[in-house]
């Protein structure tokens, strides 16, 4: 956590994190709905849109979250995420934050050049992309930037028939 100066400049309580705002909403109501996927999700992932309640979200961001630890990423590394408005962009997102990480959000529409440029810029050790958003192929996107990036060592994605390399 985060200390917060208060106006005078002393170290106040510590500020809160957006999963520490989500857990406690977790607390309060677990069976509330948290997360629904846009309706036009079969259109762009070729996936059925869900719905999620807070305490189902939870242990999804717990096992992203776990992945990414036990995919050795050190505190503090930066993992892009170049995902549509979906309900794994948003776990996704939450996972990053829990394991400690720092979330870069990429826009959708970029492709290799744009993504290699800004995967360098910011030396992110991970990629988080889907297997497609309509006819773009977003994993071999992902893997073809990451591929002229020295700092990623992994690519991880959401889908179905991930190409090889992809986690």
Avoid at 92 to 104: D, N, Y
């Amino acid at each position: 956590m985060n200390i917060a100066p208060t106006p005078s400049g002393s170290p106040s309580s510590p500020a809160l994190t957006l999963d520490d705002l989500f857990r406690r909403t977790i607390l309060r109501q677990p069976d509330a709905v948290a997360l629904v996927d846009p309706p036009n999700k079969p259109r762009i992932t070729g996936h059925p849109p869900r719905t999620l309640t807070f305490a189902q979200a939870d242990q999804a961001v717990s096992a992203l979250s776990a992945r990414f630890v036990e995919a050795g990423l050190p505190p503090g590394s930066v993992v892009a995420v170049q995902m549509p408005n979906t309900v794994e962009a948003v776990l996704t997102t939450l996972a990053v934050i829990r394991a400690a990480l720092v979330a870069a959000l990429l826009p959708q529409l970029w492709r290799q050049s744009d993504l290699t440029n800004a995967l360098n810029r910011i030396g992110a050790r991970a990629i988080v992309a889907v297997g497609r958003v309509e006819i773009v192929d977003h994993a071999e996107l992902a893997l073809n930037a990451a591929a002229e990036v020295f700092s990623i060592r992994h690519v991880f994605g959401f889908g179905d028939d991930l190409p090889e390399g992809m986690e």
